[in-house]
């Protein structure tokens, strides 16, 4: 019996990007762990699909992985870690702009549109007049992709009776064709998927209309046809299930897979020394994420400052959808004139410095798959105010500080609270010490391998698996 790990989503993913999300990061160590488990109890192989989706392609999954490592810890441009000038003033008002404020909002608004209308044309027509003096040539050819890609003459593989065909990744973005799963049946072999999370299927409004539709197909087709379906958390379990029976399709087995956390990496410093003090939210700056809720509990703070002051607030991450009104707040407000940071994508050992130097971490999102930001700062020893919604609780356990999302005067309270009483900090914190064990990605590869053994392949609800600690649960 062989185990194939079908890795397309991560060279896709990573010919474009350089840091990876939850789902990459889950799928790429989930993968390099099995690849260290290869010879010992298990034949193990990795594969892609060729360009038409009906065979599969072996893949060298050790250059993957050193191309896929060196290019997550490259270091980017120096991040900005210096906030806008709070000396920075807003131009004065003119007359007109003082006299519109007294109109009728039926006269005041459209005359607003008109003159930001008027700013944006201006400002086009200025670029257009500076493309005019560029010289008309081609694009230059795009770099070469930073993963590599099988050669041409790769001989496909083939699926016996008894192997697994694995997918750890966002397999709704390209399903497998019906009549490729039709050969996998045919030959007696295995498929295995895995759930992240069921953010399109339950808040299709945080999404774009192309997830939706696409998560919506995977679940109507893709996931009734797997022989096994892994998930993160038990909150996601719960979710798909109760999806797939709402929707009136099969449920395979199930089986929950907790990821592993992060090594403590010894953080760089940053290109510009580090804000002291300062509270660290890790994570892709999205509306689900809850960042505008903590702008305006930072400008509640900054209204009405804790005795201690207040901490600079650090988003790290990439900008990901449907921000544009939240980071043009930002930038309207000089990020709280200064009170906020935004490290763009930075490097692991950036990020690890990042976790090393904070006070705290926030980690308020209104829902979560699991929340690896929370396991990465518990790892590196950092509590965690969090939010208590889905299966975020799964991933701090009780090591965690929990609010509503919802309620932001909840939450800025106890972030005050948190401010005020550096010993509630410090509580916290030989908590985590005397308690906390950081899960290990070994133990997440181990528990998915032993259940895709033949004893562990029966129409079972739940299939058991291993905690952090390595035991069965």
Known sequence: ???????????NFFQSARRPTGIQRFSFETCAAAAQLQGSSFDIGFCRRNERGTRLLAVNFAALEARIRATADQEPPAPEMTPP?????????????????????????????????????????????????ATLSPPAPPP????????????PITLGAGDWLIHLGASWERPYAPGFLNSLTAAGARLGLFAHDMIPDLFPEWCTQSMVRDFSLWLDE????????????????????????????????????????????????????????YILMVGT???????????????????????????????????????KDLMQQLENSAYL??????????????????????????????????????????????????????????????FCGYFDPGDLSAAEALIRSWIDHPELVAQAQAQIEAGFIPPAWQNTAAALLAQCQPQQTTASAQIHILNRRGNPL
């Open 285 to 323: 700056i999205e509306a689900r994420k809850n960042h505008g809720g903590m702008l305006r509990v930072w400008r509640q703070l900054l209204h009405t400052p804790p005795a201690n002051g207040v901490p600079l607030l650090v988003f790290a991450g990439k900008e990901g959808w449907l921000t």
């Open 144 to 155: 070469p992709t930073t993963t590599p890609s099988p050669a041409p003459d790769t001989p």
């Open 1 to 11: 019996m062989t185990i194939w790990f079908d890795v397309e989503d991560l060279i």
């Open 222 to 277: 893709q996931v009734p046809r797997a022989d096994a379906i892994f998930a993160i958390s038990q909150n996601t379990l719960t979710d798909l299930q109760a999806s797939l029976e709402r929707r009136h399709r099969r449920v395979p087995p199930q089986s929950r897979l907790p990821p592993g956390g992060a090594g403590r990496i010894i953080g760089t410093r940053l290109a510009r020394s580090l804000p002291d003090p």
């Open 85 to 133: 000038s709070p000396t920075a003033k807003a131009p004065k008002p003119g007359r007109l702009y003082q006299a519109a404020r007294h109109l009728p909002p039926a006269y005041r608004l459209p005359l607003g549109e008109l003159y930001r209308a008027g700013l944006a044309g201006t400002a086009a027509l200025k670029a257009l007049a500076r493309a005019g003096f």
């Open 337 to 398: 004139d200064g009170r906020i940071l935004f490290v763009d994508q930075p490097s692991e050992t950036q990020l690890a410095a990042l976790y090393q130097h904070c006070l705290f971490t926030l980690y308020p999102s209104f829902y979560e798959g699991w929340g690896l930001p929370v396991t990465e700062s518990l790892c590196y020893g950092k509590p965690v105010l969090a939010s208590g919604s889905s299966a975020i609780p799964e991933a701090g356990g009780p």
